[in-house]
């Protein structure tokens, strides 16, 4: 999906996301469910922060992901007010809040996604520093996506962004047939596994993932299973514990398509990953193991998980 980058930074964020597609995947189950039609209440009890590392023509990459849950009025005091065209309120007492951070030879990327509990997009935001810094955020409305793209004036870089003055507004109107979707973003699926709803039986998932060209059906199917090499920090109140060692997971492959077919191709990527999209999953743990595909410039790579806290 479109992060709204020119080449060169989307060149150089590609690769830093690790420091930090119209193929058909095998569907063992042999059918497909909306993955927001089976909403799960989010728990304490799972997973708060996920760290990866793996590397890449010399370079170490590393990525954070940390998980919260906020009460609706917490979320309310966070989210944008676009009136006259308001964003989609929270729908339950919680609201998830999902926050990625990657950095790596001098870029820098902070992204954050606040969704209702079925995975309905609220709001998401991105902050990049590095070759450009530039800001980007999306309310969602039931009709229109608002967007706020912030930049710097040459005298203010280095200064944070509610500080830079050349701002752009829109209203992205979203196609009549696509407003009755329920539109999520790609981060979400690390909620569905999270939350459990990704597993080895389970029908594959389909995610309606928000693009202002058209909204993408972006179908996780799980396509076998695999003994692979884990070696990471689990951290609880208990204490520390290292794992480490071969297990036995589950592969999903991840596949978008635009949802209008009239549509030629989707512009998509997972974490920088563009094409032939896999993750691998502790079933058992509802952990993301290894996230596997190919990224323009640098091909082929792997990150791996090297520490969970709860």
């Known amino acids: 999906m479109r992060r709204f980058l020119s080449k060169a930074t989307r060149a150089l964020i590609i690769t830093s996301i690790f420091a930090v597609s119209n193929a058909t995947g095998t569907n063992l189950t042999g059918s497909t469910e909306n993955a927001l039609d089976t909403p799960q209440n989010p728990t304490t009890s799972q997973w708060q922060t996920l760290k990866f590392e793996g590397s890449k023509l010399f370079i170490s990459l590393s990525s954070e992901l940390h998980r919260e849950l906020l009460s609706s009025a917490q979320a309310r005091e966070e989210l944008l007010d676009t009136t006259p065209r308001p964003g989609l309120p929270p729908t339950d007492e919680q609201v998830i809040k999902l926050n990625l951070k990657t950095s790596v030879m001098g870029s820098h990327t902070d992204f954050t996604l606040w969704q209702n509990p ?44 509610q500080e830079w003055s050349k701002k752009q507004e829109n209203f992205y109107d979203i196609a009549p047939a696509e407003q009755a979707l329920s539109i999520s973003e790609t981060e979400a699926i690390f909620e569905l596994i999270a939350q459990g709803r990704l597993s080895s039986s389970a029908a594959a998932q389909t995610l309606y993932v928000y693009d202002r060209d058209g909204i993408l059906s972006v179908q996780l199917n799980v396509v076998g299973s695999e003994k692979i090499k884990v070696d990471y920090t689990r951290t609880s109140d208990s204490g520390n514990e290292h794992i480490e060692g071969s297990t036995n997971a589950f592969k999903v492959e991840i596949v978008a398509r635009p949802f209008d077919t009239e549509r030629q191709s989707a512009d998509f990527n997972f974490m920088g990953y563009k094409d032939n999209i896999f993750i691998y999953i502790d079933g058992d743990r509802n952990l993301p193991l290894r996230i596997k595909g190919k990224a323009d410039y640098v091909g082929e790579v792997q990150i791996d998980l090297s520490g969970v806290h709860y």
């Open 118 to 161: 079925d995975l309905r997009a609220l709001q998401r935001t991105a902050l990049y520093g590095g070759l450009k810094d530039w800001y980007r955020t999306y309310r969602f409305g039931p009709e229109a996506a608002y967007s706020l793209k912030v930049k710097p004036e040459k005298n203010e870089k280095g200064r944070p962004w």
